[in-house]
């Protein structure tokens, strides 16, 4: 029997590697599962403009990744709370047949994005000794490169090689555990177990979990930076597999003696094998571009996507953020996604490639603009109420955005000097206002909007 939100789950997963990543945390990420009636999925959209824009846009495409995991899905609904009475008795758990070209289903089992594999990764100078090294330790895990540590920046490629490992082992020893979990998903498992007062054996439970494993990897490590719990943890599960010959699979954005974790477990990633990974060169960019354009059944010429290539040279998510942007403007507009005039337009507010990273400033300035507040007001001691909504808002989405990068106490500062579970309040307070009410939420959709679109 299947939950209705392990089903999501995994739809999401297969939906993420298809859309543009704003598209999915705006838009697809934001829909709930209601449950399965017939042979329908049933998802609640929380406002009617958000029902419109995946009914318009997104539909299909949730439609056919559904199709891919369970083939037994032919159709998928987008209502809102309006509409929950005319549904039918709706299913919320089922027993449903998983394709079986979709390995990884059951709760304990991890689930690999089945785009992200080997044959679906461009390799070029920049990433062939990362590539090499990967295929290696999925053709034989646990014997010559152990541990494995992956680094590069944000959008080239650490999870996708991670998952194409994934992929490769649970074809080729089905019989091997293996998890890929974020250090951020390890991070809360382990708070979790620590503060679980129902369940005494959570904390056992948790250890069993972890250090019984075949091969276990970890996603952007980076972000044990200030947990020392959590490090002395992973140090301990750490040296159980590796004294048991068992792989180890660790990915951050930078390289191990960069991360502001405890000396002996940073000795301890930096043991085995450590990999780069480059930006791209250009012809690598375009291939990359080709690659995506064939998964998704786009045709452009090489002018169109030289022109990507060229515009964004150190994140090819980014890249994919614009390709996807071209094709839905196009479509939007009825045009030849291949004419440069149709391309310009899709592409004249696009931000410049290199100043796409997005710091407390721009929130805070998009914030500002669109409120029409002053800046000094929005970080200042004013407390009327037309300000303090703003500001939430602001620090709301500060944190979800910037996400652990940006410390609570650093907000607090920038703030005019307010304490961190003030932050923290904020942050809260509107996170459940998104839920709830629907102008928090569209004025939150807003700014995002406006950010990304800078
Ligand atoms: P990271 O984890 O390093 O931030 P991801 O693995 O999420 O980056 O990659 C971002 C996007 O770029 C994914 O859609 C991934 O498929 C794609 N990508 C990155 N490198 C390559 C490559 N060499 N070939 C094909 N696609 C790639
Ligand atoms: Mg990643």
Known sequence: MLKINQIWNNILLETEAKVSTLAYDLYINSLQPVGIYRDRLILLAETRALKNIVEKNYKEVIKKCTNVVFPSILDVEVITEDDLPNVGKVEKEVEIPVSSSYVAIVEDKAVFVSQYTFDNFVVGKSNEYAEAVARAVAENPGTKYNPVFLWGGVGL???????????SLQRNYPEKKIMYVTCDQFVNEFIESLHDTTNANAMKNFRNKYRKLDVLMMDDVQFLANKEGTQEEMFHTFNELYLANKQIILSSDRPPKEIKIEERLKTRFATGVIADIQPPDLETRIAILQKKCNAKGYS????VLSLIAEKITNNIREMEGMLNRIISYSTLVGGNPNDMSI??????DYAD???DIITIDHVVTATCEHFRV???DLIGKKKNKEIVVPRQICIYLICDILGQSVPLVSIGEYFGGRDHTTVMHARDKISEECKNNDITASH??????????R
């Open 157 to 167: 490629g650490k999870t996708h090689l991670m998952h194409a490992i994934g992929n």
């Open 300 to 303: 452009l010429n090489i002018k």
């Open 343 to 348: 391309v310009n337009d899709a592409l004249r």
């Open 353 to 355: 490639a290199s100043n």
């Open 374 to 376: 002053k800046r000094e």
């Open 444 to 453: 939150v959709k807003d700014i995002r909007d406006r950010i990304y679109n």
